[in-house]
């Protein structure tokens, strides 16, 4: 029995390779390796290449007890995922809006990770494969239990957690959520994983990267064969009211829903934020179109007219034959979102969902009260005026709608994760309100 101190492991490389050993059984076509990152990549990607399976990452995020945050009370995964631990929160007396908080925070940044490490790449299918979760450690399991339950919901026909170090006991406890537990060393007196490594030094985002990038170079992720999973757009012209208007149209294979988006007052179609969130919207089979929408020729902000362009740019989706015939939306970003909500107002208008980031729907004047679709209002936490004017615009809108305030952003969503959080809520609205199937319906 190894004793606190009495190291296991010379680094993640080394456990990675040693608990590989321990999975020989589970190589075979249906395969799937997902590391935890940070940590789990590395060691994972030694257990991905001995299997000669793809390799992935699943993310979620612990949630830290307030003022001690490497003692998890819970965590956080993609798709909305939460696993918390009732008992100790009350055992410790912590209250719903400390949880709250820590929820907000610990969400931003696993939306943040999402846009990073899945912008460029779409997560492998695990819908009737084997899943093997892999971690540099188990310490409390909270962790390792939310990516079990996220994989679960993605269709896993069999899930195994392997990590090289757990407590005693740690099969046991996490019997409920994993098919099978593979785990080198699980010492009486385990105290917390990175004593059992010589080498326990913090793995970056730019080593997991690295690490995926590898494997998806050596066929071992993003498909068979591997292949660029981002779709591809294309420049499309369409007739506009004053002139042509030049747009870029992008479709996901088995797109579902389309969604068209508005730019604000010195912005364009290339604006890094909307590419950010339309990357978004394309891991779920929502194709997006950016039109150029120009500014007004007598150097104001004429929302009835760039309406009119972005109206004629909508109904030229129906002409598209990748787009004909889907669920249409409309995000405007800024002074974009007046000019989303205006066409959204015109009689007979596709558009039958809006979401507004950062944006100014007052400007749309008394065309609020006939947007009768469903409207979602995305304001940063630190941009209060905006908040107030939003509000405002909300109480004069026709039909029903949302206002949702991402903690700590500001007008741009600049700050980490704030953005991520902008781009989810946008994705979340579009699916709940275009009456698109579900991923994998088709």
């Known amino acids: 029995m190894r004793e606190v101190g009495d190291v296991a492991f010379r680094n993640r490389i080394d456990a990675g390779r040693r608990l590989a050993e321990r999975c020989g059984h589970l190589r075979g076509p249906d395969t799937v390796v997902l590391g935890l990152p940070r940590g789990g990549v590395p060691v994972a990607d030694e257990v991905a290449r001995a299997l000669g399976a793809p ?29 918390l631990d009732e008992g100790m ?10 949880i709250a908080a820590v929820t907000d925070r610990e969400r931003a940044e696993l939306d ?28 409390t399991g909270s962790t390792a239990r939310a990516a079990c339950r996220v994989v679960r919901a993605a269709g896993a026909a069999r899930i195994v957690l392997a990590v090289p170090v757990a407590p005693s006991g740690a099969r046991r406890a996490m019997a409920d ?46 498909g068979d064969p591997p292949t660029d999973p981002v779709p591809h757009g294309t420049d499309i012209t369409v007739a506009g009211p004053d002139g042509p208007i030049v747009a870029t149209l992008t479709v996901p294979a088995a797109a579902r829903a389309v969604v068209a988006v508005a ?10 934020r909307n590419l950010a969130v339309a990357a978004v919207l394309h891991r779920d089979r929502i194709a997006t179109l950016l039109p150029e929408l120009g500014d007004d020729p007598h150097g104001h902000f004429a929302v009835e007219l760039l309406a009119a362009r972005f109206g004629a740019v909508v109904r030229a989706l129906d002409d598209a034959p990748t787009t004909r015939g889907l669920p ?28 507004s980031r950062g944006g100014r729907p007052d400007l749309a004047g008394d065309r609020l009260a006939r947007v009768e679709v469903p409207t979602l209002l995305v304001v940063g936490g630190l941009d209060t005026v905006v908040i ?45 309100h275009l009456g698109a199937d579900r991923p994998g319906d088709r």
């Open 55 to 83: 390799l992935d990452v699943i993310i979620v995020r612990k949630l830290g007890v307030p003022g001690q945050p490497e003692l998890a009370m819970g965590a956080i995964g993609e798709g909305g995922v939460t696993v």
């Open 89 to 98: 929160a009350a055992r410790l007396g912590i209250r719903a809006e400390e």
């Open 112 to 139: 943040r990770r999402v846009v990073r490490w899945r912008t460029r790449r779409l997560a492998e299918e695990l819908q009737g494969r084997t899943a093997v979760i892999v971690d540099d450690g188990l310490a």
């Open 177 to 222: 959520v994993a098919d099978e537990v593979i785990c080198l060393e699980t010492p009486a007196h385990f105290a917390a994983v990175g004593l059992w490594y010589d080498d326990f030094s913090p793995t970056t985002d730019d080593e997991v990267e690295a690490l995926l990038h590898a494997a998806h170079d050596a066929g071992r992720s993003g």
């Open 263 to 272: 730019h604000g007052s010195g912005s364009g179609r290339h604006s890094p």
């Open 328 to 355: 249409v939306g409309a995000m405007g970003a800024s002074t974009g979102a007046a000019v989303a909500l205006w066409a959204a107002s015109e009689p007979g208008s596709p558009i039958a969902a809006v979401v």
């Open 388 to 432: 107030g004017l939003n509000r405002e615009a909300a109480a004069r809108l026709g039909g029903p709608h949302q206002l949702a305030i991402v903690p700590g952003a500001t007008h741009l969503f600049e700050e980490p994760g704030t953005l991520a959080a902008a781009a989810e809520l946008t994705r979340a609205w579009m699916v709940d």
